[in-house]
């Protein structure tokens, strides 16, 4: 089976960096996305991990250990717009998607 | 493109009760995804589908069916509605060797009384 785990909640406020952890257990591992989702809205793809090292998107950065299992999303420059929750989600064999709770991130003035 | 369309956006069924969700993409994705989302939490997978014709269970399939007749359409399909349902189902879409990269709808949001 495959299992994720994320910390529930993060503040921080405009300006600040966060980091969003993510650590995953799974029989079969093709990689680590993360998507963002706004209160109400659908979740939508922010960057992709198949191979250790960091992949830089703008303000987003993401991580991955794959000897750890393990994962982290670093967000810089923060906005009061990046209030949302963010999702790992682990792809697996078959086709298989496994999302983790989520982190709820509260962006503060 | 539309994207990723979704109908209805809400609904409430009363308990027994069947319906279809619809979901249309026109981005000619061949992979496609129905997961629900209950509050405060993450997503889980309940049905997917690589090709027309071609379906396969997820995390959490009970209760529900699919059928991919074309490449645009994945309706989802609840026979006998149970309280435990009520959640937002989201659909979404991506291209073979991009499976991370998907494309979600706005979802409908589900009530079952």
């Known amino acids: 089976g495959q299992s994720l785990e994320q910390p529930s909640e993060v503040t921080a406020v405009e300006g600040a960096i966060v980091q969003i952890n993510c650590t995953y257990q799974t029989s079969g591992f093709y990689g680590l996305s993360w998507y963002q989702q706004h209160d109400g809205g659908a979740p939508t793809f922010l960057s992709y991990n198949a191979l250790d090292g960091l992949e830089e998107t703008g303000r987003f950065s993401s991580f991955l250990s794959r000897s750890d299992s393990y994962g982290y999303l670093l967000l810089q420059e923060l906005q009061m717009k990046d209030s949302a929750s963010y999702f790992c989600a682990v792809e697996g064999y078959g086709q298989n998607f496994v999302f983790g709770p989520g982190t709820r991130l509260s962006v503060l003035p | 493109n539309a994207g990723v369309t979704q109908t209805p956006k809400f609904r409430i069924l009363k308990i027994g009760q069947s319906m279809t969700l619809q979901c249309t993409q026109d981005m000619n994705h061949n992979y496609m995804y129905w997961y629900r989302q209950d509050p405060g939490m993450g997503l889980k997978l309940i049905y997917y589908s690589v090709g027309a014709g071609i379906t396969d269970k997820g995390e959490v399939p009970n209760g529900y069916n699919v059928s991919r007749s074309t490449t645009e359409d994945f309706p989802l399909r609840l026979e006998l509605a149970a309280p435990s349902q009520t959640s937002v189902y989201f659909c979404?879409?991506?291209?073979?060797?991009?499976?991370?990269?998907?494309?979600f709808g706005p979802g409908t949001r589900l009530l079952v009384l």
């Open positions: 979404a879409s991506t291209l073979a060797g991009n499976q991370e990269t998907q494309y």
